[in-house]
Every structure is written in C-alpha cells, then in structure tokens.
C-alpha cells in the first residue's frame, strides 16, 4: 500500500530505527533493524561500524545504497544525521524504516514526509534533518489499552508473528522495489 509516489531511484540511504543491544533484537520497536538485516543478508552485505552507527552498502539497480543503524537509542536517532549530511545527502534522498502502531502487522505503507505521529524516533530525526524523508511504516498492531504502549513496543514479537517476519519482509521489499 504505497500513499505517495515512491521511486527507489531517489534513494541514497535507508535507516532503520532501533534500540542497540541483543536485550532489544527481536522486539518490535526495532523492526526496523530487523528489516535492514534482511537487506543487508539479502545483499551479502558486511555491516560496520562508524561513530555512533552501524553501516552496510548494497548495490540496488546500480546504484549504492547506504544501510544505516543507529547505535543510539531510538529516541537520539537523529544523532545520525551530521555523519549523513557530511557526506551531501539530502532528507529527501532517505527512507526511514520504522514501527507502525496504527497498522496491523504484515502491512505497510510508504510515504513522503508528515509529522512523528508520536514516534520517537522519528521526532528525533524530524528535529536534525526536517519532516520531508520518506517513511516505511511497518504495521506491528496497537494493543488494546494504550497504556500499555511502551511495554508493548519493547516486547518481543509473539512466536507466531516472528515466524512471519522473513515473508513479510520479502512481500515489502519486492512490492516497493526493494530487491
């Protein structure tokens, strides 16, 4: 489900928005990471570490992309953006890849600038960079009580949802052009 006209070509670096640590891998506020791995396995690609962030290059219709992880937590992402902006790249020229409580897990959506919508990730980047990046939401459901929010981000996906992660990920990838 695309709302706006994405074109791949326009695209320089993709970040993923996580926590750092094997305490946060596999929960779902860091399916973003969890997708550029997928990326970045799909590729054979090598992740390294530069400052505060963890990298790896791809060659997708050939052209490079960069593959970026911040190793702050997901609040500080936008402390990635000064190693971005030294080497020219535009807010435009980004696909932020990140969890969507409004979207039902196995959905996603793509989309040109917006507001954080509460995401902190995203609030920190807006802050370093401006609002005009593109989005991959990646739906991971709303629970009932929003109380229970944060909890909710940070838990690990249920067995049955992790199983689905890899299909889900090739289903976007391939659908947005991705691979």
Known sequence: MTTSPFVV???SVIIGLGNPGPKFSMTRHNIGFLFLEYLAKTFHASWRT???????TIRLQDKEILLVKPQ????SSGDVWPILAKKGIKSSQVLV????LEKKFGTHQVRLGGSARGHNGLRSLITR???EFWRLRLGIDRPADKNTVPDYVLNRFPK???DQLTAFFERVALQEKLI
């Open 9 to 11: 070509d326009g695209i």
């Open 50 to 56: 530069v400052g505060n962030t963890e990298i790896a």
């Open 72 to 75: 702050t937590f997901m609040n």
């Open 97 to 100: 890849v990140h969890d969507e």
């Open 129 to 131: 960079c401006g609002e």
């Open 160 to 162: 049955a949802e992790e």
